[in-house]
């Protein structure tokens, strides 16, 4: 039997541009990878999402945005 090794993920978060769409792979905890196929629309959110978290984690406050 072969040993058993622990997974880790499977390498780095990727993001990669495939006809067009956009796919994003992540890696999890426990091994696998999460795919998740996108739009360029809903790249932006979830870029604009996630610059926004992080921004708050350290404590930069982000513009206000009116008008949408």
């Known amino acids: ?3 058993m090794k622990p997974r880790t993920g499977d390498g780095p978060l990727e ?3 495939e006809g067009r769409g956009i796919i994003m792979r992540v890696p999890l905890e426990g091994g696998g990878r999460l ?5 360029p ?7 604009g ?3 926004s978290v ?4 350290r404590g930069v406050v ?5 008008g949408s």
């Not at 629309?41 to 870029?47: F, I, Q, T, W, Y």
């Not at 992080?54 to 984690?57: I, K, N, R, T, W």
Request: proline share 7%.
């Open 1 to 3: 039997m072969a040993a």
């Open 15 to 17: 993001v990669v541009k």
């Open 35 to 39: 795919v998740v196929e996108l739009t």
């Open 41 to 47: 629309g809903e790249a932006g959110e979830l870029g």
């Open 49 to 51: 999402a996630l610059t």
């Open 54 to 57: 992080v921004e708050a984690a």
């Open 62 to 66: 982000p513009p206000v945005v009116s």
